[in-house]
């Protein structure tokens, strides 16, 4: 596989970008929304930063992270591990909690879009030790579509103040994905989207309005790289114990979701690849539109994951066998 194949264009600008980029939610930490603890457990910031380091060697350029994860840890580290490599990649964060970063916790969602958004994108900017940023993101996936519509001329206000390049909305509804869409400088949807679950719905927005689609969830938190067989394994202080619906470790799916995986496990392992790198193959094999953004915690993950660009997309037979397997065909 040719490192030319393993490269996107951001939709509709001349922008490339490794054809993997790297969640930076775990890396975060422990935070609190809720109630519900929202991190994914313990995190060593040291091996955060070697990790992010070692993307960088690796050929990765796109980084994706939100504010409210680790209540601005995440951004924070991101802006320190990238430090003079800032220009060499492209950084896309998202919008629209509110949150104390004292304390790590959520207090609530954006209310007056207004003053907001621009307060959020100038915090972000301190953060991540950067004038400007690539891609901004609304993180409410199902905000008002009125509201939205101002939230959308805010974000060309910042484009044309040089604040932010361009934007997007975090979102699986295509309704919402279609209005910002309608934007000049709308770029990106991102969606979720693993080997369980996608929206079609959206993907074709993304097709319609040549919008680049980045993949939250690649990895169906961790599910897909093969080392969970009990919930047991995952610890009190991440949000996988939790039975939030669209969890995939929670009680009512986590056992079919492991009968299926194992159902197609020797077809995604089949030529030499992980469970997690034939996963990220399903992806690439699935839309060529598609960036999927796994999320990292150690220097070890990265590596596996960046990996699998090595191998590129599964083959059409490989595909064709696991819709099969699961009664999509």
């Not at 580290?77 to 060499?88: D, E, N, V």
């Not at 101002?150 to 509804?173: N, P």
């Not at 193959?281 to 598609?290: E, H, P, V």
């Not at 993950?301 to 066998?321: C, D, F, K, R, W």
């Amino acid at each position: 596989m040719t490192d030319a194949m393993m490269r996107r264009t951001l939709g509709k600008s001349a922008i490339e970008v490794s054809a993997l980029g790297l969640g930076c939610w775990a890396i975060g930490g422990p935070f609190s929304s809720q109630d519900v603890i929202s991190g994914y457990g313990f995190v060593d910031d040291e091996e955060s930063v070697r990790a992010i380091h070692r993307a960088l060697e690796l050929g990765v350029t796109l980084f994706d992270t939100a504010d409210v994860y680790g209540c601005g840890h995440s951004e924070r580290l991101l802006g320190q591990a990238l430090g003079t490599h800032r220009h060499q990649v492209f950084i896309a964060t998202k919008f629209g909690s509110q949150f104390d970063e004292a304390t790590r916790t959520k207090t609530g969602d954006m209310e007056h879009p207004h003053t907001y958004v621009r307060q959020a994108c100038e915090a972000s900017l301190r953060r991540l030790q950067t004038d400007y940023i690539d891609l901004y993101q609304l993180h409410l996936g199902g905000y008002d579509l009125e509201r939205a519509l101002q939230v959308r001329e805010i974000l060309e206000q910042l484009v044309t103040e040089g604040k932010i390049r361009f934007y997007g909305w975090s979102t699986d509804d295509a309704e919402r994905a279609r209005l910002f869409a309608q934007g000049e400088h709308c770029l990106a949807i991102q969606t979720q989207l693993n080997l369980f679950d996608h929206h079609p719905e959206v993907l074709a927005v993304c097709q319609d309005y040549h919008l680049a689609c980045i993949n939250r969830g690649p990895l169906a938190m961790g599910l897909l790289s093969g080392k969970y067989t009990s919930r047991e394994q995952v610890g009190p202080e991440d949000i996988r114990r939790s039975e939030l619906t669209w969890n995939y470790f929670n009680s009512a799916r986590f056992p079919e979701l492991l009968t299926r995986l194992e159902q197609v496990r020797d077809i995604l392992t089949a030529d030499g690849r992980t469970l997690a790198q034939g996963a990220l193959g399903w992806i690439w094999a699935f839309n060529k539109q598609c960036i999927p953004i796994p999320g990292f915690k150690t220097v070890q993950q990265v590596e596996e994951n960046v990996a699998a660009m090595q191998y590129g997309p599964l083959s059409q037979h490989q595909m064709n066998q696991i819709e099969e397997i699961l009664g999509r065909a």
